[in-house]
Antibody, heavy 117, light 108 residues
Framework: QLQLQESGPGLVKASQTLSLTCSVS????????WTWIRQSPGKGLEWIGF???????NYAPSLKSRVTISVDTSRNQLSLKLTSLTAADTAVYFC???????????WGRGTLVTVSS | SYVLTQPPSVSVAPGQTARITCGGN??????VHWYQQKPGQAPVLVVY???DRPSGIPERFSGSNSGNTATLTISRVEAGDEADYSC???????????FGGGTKLTVL
């Protein structure tokens, strides 16, 4: 059974860099796309970007200058780095498996990140 | 960039049919996926590829997609269906993933 688990700091300071990890179990990260999505309090889902196991990435235009997503096939993990944080980056961050024909078919439980001033 | 538009809220009485729309330019040419999200939980895929259901999703959930509108239909609505519903596409020309703003379904 495919499981995803996000991990990282729950509280980060403004202007700093957020680093999150998503550990994948039940399948190899190889041969799939993986994505990060966030949800600000009371708001809808916002796509951040995706990575293919080969390292190919694509990012949301609004975040492209600040975000890096990578995959580590040896650890079966993906990671997210988001720089120059502001309060607007406070959100629950989800990782998910992304498929062309079936959308995001498996999600992690999400991790709340609060950016403090 | 590609935009998906959903109504902020839909209300329906138990046992009735709820229809949640997702508008986008020529969305009928895209593959649309729908998610259900209850408070404090991760989204759950309820319809993929316009009209297919993952295993474990009741037949009461169905989808359609044509022209500029995709629709999620929930038949015989139950109290447990009360949740936020979001549509999503992987827009082919830009290779971007796009979510609609979400619709809160209230069961009266």
């Amino acid at each position: 059974q495919l499981q995803l688990q996000e991990s990282g700091p729950g509280l980060v300071k403004a202007s700093q860099t957020l680093s999150l990890t998503c550990s994948v179990s039940g399948t190899s990260v190889s041969n799939y796309y993986w994505t990060w999505i966030r949800q600000s309090p009371g708001k809808g889902l916002e796509w951040i970007g995706f990575v293919y196991y080969t390292g190919i990435t694509n990012y949301a235009p609004s975040l492209k200058s600040r975000v890096t997503i990578s995959v580590d096939t040896s650890r079966n993990q993906l990671s997210l780095k988001l720089t120059s944080l502001t309060a607007a980056d406070t959100a629950v961050y989800f990782c998910a498996r992304l498929t062309a024909g079936a959308g995001c078919d498996s999600w992690g439980r999400g991790t709340l990140v609060t950016v403090s001033s | 960039s590609y935009v998906l538009t959903q109504p902020p809220s839909v209300s329906v009485a138990p046992g009735q049919t709820a229809r949640i729309t997702c508008g986008g330019n020529n969305i009928g040419s895209q593959s649309v996926h729908w998610y259900q999200q209850k408070p404090g939980q991760a989204p759950v895929l309820v319809v993929y590829g316009d009209s297919d259901r993952p295993s474990g999703i009741p037949e009461r959930f169905s989808g359609s997609n044509s022209g500029n509108t995709a629709t999620l239909t929930i038949s015989r609505v139950e109290a447990g269906d009360e949740a936020d519903y979001s549509c999503q596409v992987w827009e082919s020309s830009s290779d971007q993933v796009v979510f609609g703003g979400g619709t809160k379904l209230t069961v009266l």
